[in-house]
């Protein structure tokens, strides 16, 4: 660490000496600049699918034990940024067995009980939807404080849940496939309107929003381009990397084409956040399949499952 220049950031400074905390100031800079919220509303909305797939594979009946800690991957997410974390997410979510799971026996091992899907829904709601949209309604430095620890909000809000809701056997495939159903819908919208914000330049509106600037000169104090620029490429490595490691959810190479087809197409139509999302709800269908096609014949032969 050095002193502290004269000027410098009140969340920079550790007594008289300066810490880097680019993570959190570029989207501090978002909210004392107008001109670059924006941005931070944009990648926060299509960043939702990522700790959507974080919470449920740490809630997976008997999910791999390196995708467990939801908390601990979050914390890291924060002080890290999302660009070099989640390809190293995406790396122990391949070599798990996670992405490949549907592609195995024991698929019931990656199921996701009711209470806990329950809980990942209300932990989502309270602890990052909440937050966002008081952000979003009233930035200021208190707000996005209190926003930066979300990953904390939505395990005691989950936690909450879990304390007070019954337990129960059952698993629940419809809970998981709406939250991810919405958060398609929330990043295809954020992606068609920013297309349309800068319609008819299409070619610019898809350059600011899946390419990330290079070549930026250093500048002096804060610049709305350089705040677009970590974001951007946060974006980019995270989701590329997550891209990638769906690729082993296809049971063969026609799968896998179709999934890169997908996603090379619905990256550019609807975004790369909304594509994310229906890679994950494709394989949250396939894991599904078996617990859903056994409780219809149950109901079939007369002894469908109740709570």
């Given at each position: 660490m050095e002193r502290c220049a004269p000027g410098t950031h009140a969340l920079e400074k550790?007594?008289?000496?300066?810490?880097?905390?680019?993570?959190?100031?570029?989207?501090?800079?978002?909210?004392?600049?107008?001109?670059?919220?924006?941005?931070?509303?944009?990648?926060?909305?299509?960043?939702t699918p990522i700790y959507l797939c974080i919470l449920v594979e740490a809630n997976r009946v008997r999910g791999p034990p390196a995708l467990s800690r939801s908390l601990l991957t979050?914390?890291?997410l924060i002080m890290c940024t999302a660009g070099p974390i989640m390809p190293l997410y995406s790396l122990a979510f391949v070599l798990s067995g996670a992405a490949s799971a549907q592609r195995r026996g024991g698929k019931s091992d990656f199921?996701?009980?009711r209470k806990n899907a329950e809980a990942i829904a209300f932990g989502i709601f309270v602890g990052y939807a909440i937050p966002s949209y008081v952000l979003y309604i009233a930035p200021s430095v208190l707000t996005f404080v209190?926003?930066?620890?979300?990953?904390?909000w939505m395990s005691l809000a989950s936690a909450a849940w879990r304390a007070v809701r019954p337990d129960t056997p059952k698993t629940d495939t419809i809970i998981i496939k709406a939250l991810y159903v919405i958060l398609f819908a929330a990043a295809?919208?954020?992606?068609?309107?920013?297309?349309?914000?800068?319609?008819?330049?299409?070619?610019?509106?898809?350059?600011?929003?899946?390419v990330p600037l290079s070549g930026l000169e250093p500048v002096q104090g804060v610049s709305p381009v350089w705040v677009l620029?970590?974001?951007?490429?946060?974006?980019w490595l995270s989701m590329t990397a997550m891209m990638i490691a769906s690729l082993w959810s296809?049971?063969?190479?026609?799968?896998?084409?179709?999934?890169?087809?997908?996603?090379?197409a619905a990256t550019v139509i609807v975004g790369h956040g909304?594509?994310?999302?229906?890679?994950?709800?494709?394989?949250?269908?396939?894991l599904s399949a078996p617990e859903e096609k056994q409780e219809k014949t149950g109901k079939k032969n007369g002894f469908a499952i109740k709570n």
């Amino acid at each position: 660490m050095e002193r502290c220049a004269p000027g410098t950031h009140a969340l920079e400074k550790f007594g008289d000496f300066c810490i880097q905390v680019m993570t959190y100031r570029a989207p501090l800079d978002g909210l004392l600049i107008p001109s670059t919220f924006p941005y931070f509303v944009f990648f926060n909305v299509i960043f939702t699918p990522i700790y959507l797939c974080i919470l449920v594979e740490a809630n997976r009946v008997r999910g791999p034990p390196a995708l467990s800690r939801s908390l601990l991957t979050g914390a890291i997410l924060i002080m890290c940024t999302a660009g070099p974390i989640m390809p190293l997410y995406s790396l122990a979510f391949v070599l798990s067995g996670a992405a490949s799971a549907q592609r195995r026996g024991g698929k019931s091992d990656f199921a996701v009980n009711r209470k806990n899907a329950e809980a990942i829904a209300f932990g989502i709601f309270v602890g990052y939807a909440i937050p966002s949209y008081v952000l979003y309604i009233a930035p200021s430095v208190l707000t996005f404080v209190t926003y930066i620890p979300y990953h904390l909000w939505m395990s005691l809000a989950s936690a909450a849940w879990r304390a007070v809701r019954p337990d129960t056997p059952k698993t629940d495939t419809i809970i998981i496939k709406a939250l991810y159903v919405i958060l398609f819908a929330a990043a295809a919208i954020a992606h068609i309107g920013a297309i349309v914000y800068r319609w008819p330049d299409v070619q610019a509106a898809l350059d600011f929003l899946l390419v990330p600037l290079s070549g930026l000169e250093p500048v002096q104090g804060v610049s709305p381009v350089w705040v677009l620029n970590l974001f951007q490429w946060d974006a980019w490595l995270s989701m590329t990397a997550m891209m990638i490691a769906s690729l082993w959810s296809g049971k063969d190479a026609k799968e896998r084409y179709r999934l890169v087809m997908w996603h090379v197409a619905a990256t550019v139509i609807v975004g790369h956040g909304a594509s994310l999302a229906g890679s994950l709800l494709w394989r949250e269908m396939c894991l599904s399949a078996p617990e859903e096609k056994q409780e219809k014949t149950g109901k079939k032969n007369g002894f469908a499952i109740k709570n």
